[in-house]
């Protein structure tokens, strides 16, 4: 039932902000006929980084995980002309239809989609001084989620906003027993926010077409 009201509420928010224009329809669209899992963020959610990577001033920006990139199209758009994403993904299917979808969405020279495992992608871009990012989005294998929270640290500089996709995870996160590999990652990035006093932030819940689930957003100060 309730989960029912969090769906149309969504479409609400969704069509009365106009969330979902062509480019971001199509982009879906060709994800599910690749046959990606449909784990991409939802527009309300989208719409929220967008405006996150907005309210930061954000040029150069960091993704953890791009499946279809349809979060890549979000985060991408709210960068200058002149700005960057680079996302990173292992998967090579989901890198190639990523980067047919940021074609499409006109955003090929803002985004650099590379193609690795994100833990030994990150150190690349570290030896290559690619960080000082001013927007990191993790939403990858969530065991990794300290490894990547690390990583952001080190790439970041004060008044970097970090981003973690699914930590709530129907709740099942405050659960301090709970055996899933995912919900110990969740309590790991919790974890990891904890112990670093420099990294100020909170968790958000969401709820609408994507269940019961949340982000944990900090900044670096
Ligand atoms: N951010 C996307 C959804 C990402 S789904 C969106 O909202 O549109 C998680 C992605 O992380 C998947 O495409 C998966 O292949 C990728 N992934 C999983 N393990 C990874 C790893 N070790 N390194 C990089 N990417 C990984
Ligand atoms: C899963 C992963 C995600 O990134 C997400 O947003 C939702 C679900 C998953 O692996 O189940
Ligand atoms: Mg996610």
Redo the contacts with the bound molecule.
């Keep these: 039932m309730a989960e029912k009201l969090w769906t149309k509420v969504d479409a609400y928010i969704d069509s009365q902000l106009g969330l979902a224009d062509e480019v971001l329809a199509e982009a879906l669209a060709a994800n599910r006929k690749a046959g990606l899992p449909k ?3 939802s527009p309300s959610q989208g719409a929220l980084l967008h405006i996150l990577v907005k309210m930061c001033g954000a040029r150069r920006a960091l ?9 890549s199209i979000w985060i991408a758009r709210a960068l200058p002309s002149d700005g960057r994403l680079v996302t ?4 090579p299917l ?1 890198g190639e239809v990523a980067r047919a979808n940021l074609a499409r969405a006109g955003l090929a020279d803002r985004v650099e989609v590379r193609i690795g ?3 030994e992608l990150l150190p690349q871009l570290a030896v290559e001084g690619a960080g000082d990012f001013d927007f990191v989005f993790i ?3 969530k065991p ?1 989620n300290p490894v990547y929270l690390e990583w952001a640290l080190r790439l970041s500089h004060p008044g970097t906003v970090i981003v973690v996709d699914n930590v709530i995870r129907d709740g099942e996160v405050a659960d301090p027993r709970a055996k899933d590999e995912n919900v110990k990652g969740s309590r790991a990035a919790f974890d990891f926010f904890a112990a670093h006093p420099g990294l100020v932030g909170t968790a958000v819940q969401t709820v609408g077409v994507k269940g019961y689930d949340g982000f944990l957003i900090g900044r670096v100060s």
């Design positions: 784990i991409d963020v993704e953890i995980g791009t499946l279809g990139g349809y979060s990173l993904e292992y998967s989901h495992k994100a833990a939403d990858a294998d990794s």
